[in-house]
T-cell receptor, first 115, second 114 residues
Framework: DSGVTQTPKHLITATGQRVTLRCSPR?????VYWYQQSLDQGLQFLIH???????AKGNILERFSAQQFPDLHSELNLSSLELGDSALYFC??????????????FGSGTRLTVV | ELKVEQNPLFLSMQEGKNYTIYCNYS?????LYWYRQDPGKSLESLFV?????AVKQEGRLMASLDTKARLSTLHITAAVHDLSATYFC??????????????FGQGTILTVHP
């Protein structure tokens, strides 16, 4: 167990629907990164939050949005789902830089299947 | 835009043999990471390389970094079946910060045969 918790582990939904993926970082980690892994696109960075604020956006569709709450958990909302959104979605965190810790820790992922 | 390229993308090895996976990246960056992923599973951190000439070893895997050549290698010694997995390199820490998004290579699918 990496200490980074993602729920749910699996999600099957129909096209056009909306889903919410959740990530809880390890205690003390302020950052949450979201990544999408698909067969055709590989691992793609979606968005980064730090202590509740959006810090960077990557290849995130307008149909997707995210937020980080005061307790530092983050949610990734995917709407108007299409078949091509089927993928593994990971979140990752790292220790605050001032602690001297290095390295990113990934959650176990949410496998989304759109049918 | 930072690009990270791995080769080979597919590697079929016999047990007991040695091989190297290469990771090239296009712009100066702070840190280089290697991850292992088993099918349908999460990314497991293998190595974090922080400076030019860094070399790290764990078991049958050894990683090195040449920042001048923008090249990292992951060397596999005397492969065993348990090493079969997908290996990713990733570059992070761009823009003068120690952290930031990771840009991943395409991944190398390693299969070790008896």
């Amino acid at each position: 167990d990496s200490g980074v918790t993602q729920t749910p582990k699996h999600l099957i939904t129909a096209t056009g629907q909306r889903v919410t993926l959740r990530c809880s970082p390890r205690s003390g980690d302020l950052s949450v990164y979201w990544y999408q892994q698909s067969l055709d696109q590989g691992l793609q960075f979606l968005i980064h939050y730090y202590n509740g604020e959006e810090r960077a956006k990557g290849n995130i569709l307008e149909r997707f949005s995210a937020q980080q709450f005061p307790d530092l958990h983050s949610e990734l909302n995917l709407s108007s789902l299409e078949l091509g959104d089927s993928a593994l979605y990971f979140c990752a965190t790292h220790p605050p830089p001032q602690t001297g810790g290095i390295g990113y820790t990934f959650g176990s992922g949410t496998r989304l299947t759109v049918v | 835009e930072l690009k990270v390229e791995q080769n080979p993308l597919f590697l079929s090895m016999q047990e007991g043999k040695n091989y190297t996976i290469y990771c090239n990246y296009s712009t100066t960056s702070d840190r280089l990471y290697w991850y292992r992923q088993d099918p349908g599973k999460s990314l497991e951190s293998l190595f974090v390389l922080l400076s030019n000439g860094a070399v790290k070893q764990e078991g049958r895997l050894m990683a090195s970094l040449d920042t001048k050549a923008r090249l990292s290698t992951l060397h596999i010694t005397a492969a065993v079946h348990d090493l079969s997995a997908t290996y990713f390199c990733a570059v992070g820490g761009a823009g003068g910060t120690s952290y930031g998004k990771l840009t991943f290579g395409q991944g190398t699918i390693l299969t070790v045969h008896p």
